[in-house]
């Protein structure tokens, strides 16, 4: 049976939640539970009248509940934090942590789709009660559909015409697994980056049937409102993608654009920043390989 330290090892455990900078008292929100690892050291931190809310959208995450009065699990995609905190009675709290992407667990096993090293049937689906599955990016996108997927989300140069492939390959048959699109895509993966350019296939693909680029941003968006002056936000992200979005938004509050100067021409931005960007060290890396590519920002709501 997995541990639930087998279930995700997790990654920058010490610098994430101290740059919750945990009041006792305090309620604070893992939107990214998993195998719980951050959540047991937040509640480590916590008085007799804290609290902890975490999310997970993944049914497998709720094996690692913990048994305390003071913490509450929610069944849910984070993207749905302020309606689902509110039905609890929350409407403030004092710090919000994530660890975005895929947990150790999801890409362990084998049948959720997740991991290049197996072959499964193409599913990786977080949610597995979720209806769009990776089975129907790859067999019912359109090309241009598909291409914009494997451009945008796997930032592959030759997405066009992978998609091209795909779509001619599924008109004798369905697709079905991992080693069916590997075939598929075989000219384009040499020897020597084979690897590497399957990560970014399937990143792309996951991130299309996870819609996780609009669950970031929604979730983000979110976070502004849900936390108190002085609340922190913590976030690790894995791709660059990610850590744009994230770096964007605790720079500037917005996506896209510019924050408005005040009188004095100077932006009004509603975060600031808490240290500069964190990594893993090398030791950590050596200790949990997953960790190598993790990149935590930190800021505080003024």
């Known amino acids: 049976m997995m541990t639930k330290m087998e279930y995700h090892n997790p990654v920058l455990l010490k610098e994430t939640v101290d740059g919750l900078n945990i009041r006792p008292d305090g309620i604070y929100v893992d939107v990214t539970f998993g195998g719980g690892g951050h959540s047991r050291e937040i509640m480590s931190r916590l008085g007799a009248n804290g609290k902890l809310f975490a999310f997970d959208q993944d049914l497998d995450a709720l094996n690692n509940t913990i048994d305390d009065e003071r913490f509450t699990l929610i069944n849910e995609n984070f993207r749905f934090i302020k309606r689902f905190l509110r039905f609890h009675g929350i409407k403030q709290v004092d710090g919000i942590l994530a660890d975005l992407g895929v ?6 096993v084998a049948e959720r789709g997740f991991s290049t090293r197996f072959e499964a049937e193409l599913d990786m689906r977080m949610n597995q009660k979720g209806e769009l599955s990776a089975y ?6 359109d ?15 030759n997405g066009g015409s992978m998609a091209n492939v795909i779509v001619n390959a599924r008109k004798d048959a369905p697709i079905k697994n991992s080693e069916q699109l590997k075939q598929i895509l075989s000219k384009f993966l040499p020897g020597h980056k084979s690897n590497k350019i399957l990560a970014q296939i399937y990143q792309a693909i996951r991130i299309e049937v996870n819609q996780e680029m609009e669950a970031l941003k929604e979730f983000l968006t979110q976070s502004l409102e849900i936390l108190k002056p002085e609340g922190r936000l913590s976030v690790i992200s894995y791709h660059s993608l990610e850590d744009r979005l ?7 509050g917005m996506f896209e654009g510019e924050p408005e100067r005040d009188f004095f021409g100077n932006f009004e931005v509603p975060f600031k920043t808490i240290e500069k960007l964190i990594v893993p060290s090398n030791e950590e890396i ?10 935590l920002r930190i800021a505080e709501k003024k």
Do not use: C, T
């Open 103 to 108: 947990s150790s667990h999801q890409f362990d």
């Open 136 to 141: 129907h990016v790859i067999n019912d996108y």
């Open 143 to 157: 090309e241009a559909a598909l291409k914009s997927v494997l451009l945008e989300f796997g930032e592959l140069k």
């Open 246 to 252: 994230v770096k964007r938004f605790v720079k500037n």
């Open 286 to 295: 050596a200790i949990n390989n997953r960790a190598r590519s993790a990149k």
